[in-house]
């Protein structure tokens, strides 16, 4: 157990809806990471926020957006979502904001788009 | 053409074999080099790290790194059933962005 924590762990919905994924960092990491899972383009990375502040951003849709609050668990929200959009989606967490960092993922959310 | 190329596999040996997963990659900006194993149903967890060329060791686990040849190995000794997963390479150039392998599925059959 990484100590990150996702929910759901599965979400099915349709085409056109949006949705939440929500996840709470290892007690004390201050840096959340977000990242698409797919078979056809394996593990992408999509946003990085360190304490409250967007930090890095990868190959994130403009559909898509994320943010992390006070209490730094980070929720990434889906919009007008495709069928192309199911995947895995993980968090990650570490101490730091270094590219260095070992970031601890959680267990994933399997978004399904029907 | 992929920054970083990974063979799929899926990759079956039987236990006790010695385990060579490889990756490639042409970015020679890339700096840090990861490989982090993943289970089924779960999310990856990071095994070694390294950011220099040559070897480094961490139990039955050595990685190798060759930035000459753009080409990083992870080397698995006495490999046991519980050592079946897909394993990810991942490199780092040195912005906060972490690129992946696709991953190579290993099976260790006993």
């Known amino acids: 157990d990484s100590g990150v924590t996702q929910t759901p762990k599965h979400l099915i919905t349709a085409t056109g809806q949006r949705v939440t994924l929500r996840c709470s960092p290892r007690?004390?990491?201050?840096?959340v990471y977000w990242y698409q899972q797919s078979l056809d383009q394996g593990l992408q990375f999509l946003i990085q926020y360190y304490n409250g502040e967007e930090r890095a951003k990868g190959n994130i849709l403009e559909r898509f957006s994320a943010q992390q609050f006070p209490d730094l668990h980070s929720e990434l929200n889906l919009s007008s979502l495709e069928l192309g959009d199911s995947a895995l989606y993980f968090c990650?967490?570490?101490?730091?904001?270094?590219?260095?960092?070992?970031?601890?993922f959680g267990p994933g959310t399997r978004l399904t788009v029907l | 053409q992929k920054e970083v190329e990974q063979d799929p596999g899926p990759l079956s040996v039987p236990e006790g074999a010695i385990v060579s997963l490889n990756c490639t990659y042409s970015n020679s900006a890339f700096q840090y080099f990861m490989w982090y194993r993943q289970y089924s149903r779960k999310g990856p967890e990071l095994l070694m790290y390294?950011?220099?060329?040559g070897n480094k060791e961490d139990g039955r686990f050595t990685a190798q790194v060759d930035k000459s040849s753009k080409y990083i190995s992870l080397f698995i000794r006495d490999s046991q059933p519980s050592d079946s997963a897909t394993y990810l390479c991942a490199m780092i150039e040195g912005s906060y962005i972490p690129t992946f392998g696709r991953g190579t599925s290993l099976i260790v059959h006993p």
């Open positions: 390294t950011y220099s060329s």
């Open positions: 990650a967490s570490s101490v730091d904001r270094g590219s260095t960092d070992t970031q601890y």
């Open positions: 007690s004390g990491d201050l840096s």
